[in-house]
């Protein structure tokens, strides 16, 4: 088993990241040209913040600029200094969440002889993350199907990358005889949905009173009898 807990994972997104909002600063300032950092996150949080609350209430389709101007308390004028137009903003959500996740999961790191460990602490790094930012991760499935095609397609990609790690693990372990999966493509896919399980019916497991690592530890327990793991 993993030594990792939703405790050390916070630990360590704050070591290589700092927090969601810095992650945002750092990525766009340039060509946004903003300049003070501190003010810069604050708006940052405000705006993103404030597009969830109004996405969830009415839909991010329906919702305004001015919407959000209006809710935010930031005028539309201060709006454009961040966002051009709605379309940017799910751009600059995505593509920070793919940075998160990218510097976070370790997709292509295969630092353990045993594939069956890496597929664990992936899987366990996948579920603290979507539950460290899980407004983002639902927003952005929940949204996705409304956005522009070229965009759609971006997000699919960084989904299809997820399954991909997954199932390049199972297949390791497969070949090393390490488990006795028959059907890896089917086994790799299901665990993504469980992945997005914990994101997608927070509230299932917030009334079942299970939080992230009891899921991790249920999860990797499923991995086990899914993949026909030797013992």
Partial sequence: MINLSYETFNQDFNTLIGDEWSCLFDLNHQKLNLKNRNIATKKFKLIIETVFKLSNEKGFQAMTMRDLSQESGISMGGLYKYFSNKTQIVEMIH??????????????????????????????????????????????????????????????????????AILKRIVKAKQQNFCQCTNPDFVAAMLKVMLQEWYLKSWKYIQKDINADQYVANLLLSVYQLLGVKS
Avoid: G
């Fill in 95 to 164: 593509a920070a969440m793919v940075h998160m996740a990218a510097t976070c999961l370790h997709l292509n790191d295969e630092h353990s002889e045993d594939p069956i460990f890496e597929l664990n602490e992936l899987l366990a790094r996948h579920i603290y993350i979507s539950e460290r930012l899980k407004k983002w991760f639902y927003f952005v499935f929940m949204e996705a199907k409304c956005l522009e095609r070229p965009l759609v397609e971006t997000i699919i990609a960084s989904e299809q990358a997820m399954e991909d």
